[in-house]
């Protein structure tokens, strides 16, 4: 093969790690969000992915809604979804473990679960994507739009969330709480609250990025096991807690899980994913941006 083609082939990976990243990276926020807040990883992360896909398909193929009407209904209800969680298993437990929050994420995950593929079925769901499925062409290599929608909404997604962490009362009450809860209750900040808004803002994540890649994935009652882990792994890898080495470890895992899919085999590609989270892990615990979040006190 000449040296264009294998270009075009290198250019064709990259893209693909990228759309792969970018959910990743969303995937990653909303478990940093609800660490941060609690302490805890929320293993229902991933369900909140399937379900904004999910309604997502149902709103706008089966109604079918305008796509804007649909979006903002799709992530309400998502809201809802992460709300309720909050409020009927994680708010009534008096003095929690941590490891007891966890286990009650996971009960819910598998709930979640089951009442989506009662309510949706086993089978595949398909969706429109936003902006047609032509391809575009780029140095020999293409792209979907449906890609740039992806990137776009991490890109808005993140712009977002740095504004609210850094410029509003409550995001600095929320970045408060989770550098010391208790010294935040003697300033009357009402950590509860938070927590309940940190679930709702993490489901927000999961909706979103369930409804940009169920065009490109189809989405199904049990992708949110492995969707959850990858994003977990992001977290992790990025140091957990740091959005902003989410962000960049999700990316990170997306391109080399494509470049092992293109080069090696398709068939290596999670393992690939999961070697690196057990490097991590052993050399550096903390993740990768781990001591840079200790020194600028879990900064977004």
């Known amino acids: 093969m000449d040296s264009g083609g294998q270009f075009s082939d290198f250019l064709q990976f990259l893209f693909m790690g990228i759309q792969r990243g970018c959910i990743y990276a969303m995937v990653a926020m909303g478990f940093n969000i609800i660490y941060n807040a609690t302490g805890i990883i929320n293993f229902a992360q991933g369900e909140f992915v399937v379900l904004g896909g999910l309604m997502m398909v149902t709103l706008t193929m089966v109604l079918p809604l305008p796509l804007p009407v649909a979006f903002m209904l799709t992530a309400a209800f998502v809201m809802a979804v992460g709300v309720l969680m909050e409020r009927a298993t994680i708010n009534p437990v008096k003095n929690p473990s941590v490891l007891r929050l966890i286990i009650i994420t996971i009960a819910v995950s598998i709930l979640i679960k089951g009442l989506a593929m009662l309510f949706w079925g086993k089978e595949s769901r398909h969706m429109r994507h936003f902006s047609g499925e032509e391809s575009l062409h780029v140095l020999g290599a293409t792209i979907l739009p449906q890609t740039l929608w992806i990137i776009g909404a991490l890109v808005l997604t993140v712009g977002l969330f740095v504004y609210f962490f850094n410029y509003t009362m409550t995001g600095k009450s929320m970045r408060a709480c989770a550098i010391n809860r208790d010294a935040a209750r ?115």
């Not at 070697?275 to 977004?300: T, W």
């Open 186 to 300: 003697l300033a009357g900040i009402n950590d509860r609250n938070l927590i309940m808004l940190s679930f709702a803002l993490s489901a927000a994540i999961g909706a979103i990025a369930g409804i940009i890649i169920t065009p490109v994935i189809q989405m199904d009652y049990g992708r949110g096991a492995l969707l959850g882990l990858k994003g977990f792994g992001a977290a992790v890898v990025g140091g957990l807690g740091n959005s902003f080495g989410a962000v960049a470890a999700g990316l990170i895992l997306g391109v080399i899980e494509a470049m092992a899919a293109g080069y090696i085999s398709s068939h290596y590609m999670d393992a690939v994913a999961l070697l690196i989270l057990l490097i991590v892990l052993f050399v550096r615990p903390s993740g990768i941006f781990g001591d840079r979040e200790a020194a600028r006190f879990k900064e977004f």
